[in-house]
Structures are given as structure tokens and as C-alpha cells.
């Protein structure tokens, strides 16, 4: 668990192959006849990956994130603490240089996962501004970093 106490509070969760690897030894052992891991990588799929989905495919795998979400919450402790308002940063770590846009890697699933677990009391605007979204590299350890600050 990762909570900076200064002023303000943060949050930090932390997506990255070790803990999505977690996560799908928990979901097998729920689900024991699947055989399909529901998410393949640590970091929220680009807007160019589900926004060609068919409908049934797209709710599908926003249901997964937002279930890997509320997981990932569960795991740092921060179910429930209903954070009325606050400024997310979300830290994209890539395994390769190529050229990517910031734009293409709007949370949506995340931030449904981060309201229905109770951290956040709900993503629009009033609650949830701004959003922040950082794209970097790092090949030896891909993953998503959450920062979630309190703020009056």
C-alpha cells in the first residue's frame, strides 16, 4: 500500500505484470473452467483497440477492466474511502519506444473500476478534476502507475 501523507493525500496503485499476474491466478481460481486470461497486458487498452470492437466484445472487456480495477483496489486497502474530490494521474509506462499518443489511452475502464470499488466517489468532472495522463518507457517493467491526490 502506497499513500504519500503530505497536505494532501495520494494514492498510488500500481499495474504491472506481477500483480496482473495475481490477479488471474484469483480470477482461474474463481472461474476454474476458463481458460482465457480476461486481460492481457498491465496498461489500460488504447481507444484504437475497443473502439473497433463489436458492442458484446467492447462490454466485455470493459467489464474485465472494471473487475481488475476494483481487484487492484481491493488489494491496496483503498475499497470505500470515497473520495469526494480529487486529480488523477495516470503514469503509462510502455515496453517499447514507438510513437504513441496520450489521447489514445483515456482510462475509462479504469475510472469505472476506481468509482464502483468506493475509492472515488464518481469520475465526472466535479469529483474528478483534472485528469492526468503521462505516457513513458520503460522496457524492463511496463505498467500503469494511478496517483490519485485529494483536493478541496
Not at 480470477?27 to 486470461?37: A, G, I, L, S
Not at 498491465?42 to 474485465?64: D, E, I
Not at 468532472?125 to 495522463?133: E, F, R, T, V
Amino acid at each position: 500500500m502506497t499513500v504519500k501523507e503530505t497536505k494532501t493525500k495520494e494514492y498510488v496503485i500500481i499495474s504491472n505484470q506481477e500483480t496482473l499476474d495475481e490477479y488471474c491466478k484469483s480470477y482461474f481460481k474463481k472461474y476454474p473452467k476458463r481458460k482465457k486470461k480476461p486481460i492481457d497486458r498491465p496498461t489500460h487498452p488504447s481507444v484504437n483497440t475497443w473502439f473497433v470492437m463489436q458492442r458484446p466484445q467492447m462490454n466485455g472487456l470493459k467489464q474485465a477492466w472494471k473487475d481488475y480495477t476494483i481487484w487492484l483496489v481491493e488489494k491496496y486497502g483503498f475499497t470505500n474511502l470515497r473520495i469526494e474530490k480529487c486529480e488523477v494521474t495516470y503514469k503509462i509506462f510502455m515496453p517499447t519506444k514507438r510513437r504513441t499518443d496520450c489521447d489514445n489511452y483515456t482510462p475509462k475502464f479504469t475510472n469505472d473500476g476506481l468509482t464502483e470499488a468506493g475509492m472515488i466517489v464518481d469520475d465526472d468532472y466535479s469529483h474528478c478534476n483534472p485528469l492526468i495522463i503521462q505516457l513513458g518507457y520503460d522496457k524492463e517493467n511496463p505498467r500503469m502507475e494511478i496517483h490519485i491526490k485529494e483536493t478541496k
